[in-house]
């Protein structure tokens, strides 16, 4: 009843910029928390960043000063800028969003992923 599509990814130089976006579309009442995760290979999936219906965001320690998270509730959509891109940054990265459905109650839905490479 939810899908978030993802876009934004792609093959980048150490130093280079991506902003990620990924929109919410369905049967929605209203988003709460939305995040970004990444997930490299062999690697457990780790939460990015984070950020809450009021705006509030928080961030592993490995992307603070390079990334930011934001969101357009009337769009509902969230993005990730991506500055200062490292080659530990590739991975897949996948949106998360906590959503309550119309008449419905609260899920968590993921993005399809999108491929961020940044190469060396």
């Known amino acids: 009843q939810v899908q978030l599509v993802e876009s934004g990814g792609g093959l980048v130089q150490p130093g280079g910029s991506l902003r990620l976006s990924c929109a919410a579309s369905?049967?929605?009442?209203?988003?709460?928390?939305m995040g970004w995760y990444r997930q490299a290979p062999g690697q457990q999936r780790e939460l990015v960043a984070v950020?809450?219906?009021?705006?509030?965001?928080n961030y592993v320690d490995s992307v603070k000063g390079r990334f930011t998270i934001s969101r357009d509730n009337a769009k509902n959509t969230v993005y990730l800028q991506m500055n200062s891109l490292k080659p530990a940054d590739t991975a897949v990265y996948y949106c998360n969003a906590k959503v309550w459905i119309i008449r419905g109650r609260p899920d968590n839905y993921w993005g399809q992923g999108t491929q961020v490479t940044v190469s060396s």
């Open positions: 950020i809450t219906s009021g705006g509030t965001t």
């Open positions: 369905g049967r929605i009442f209203n988003i709460n928390d």
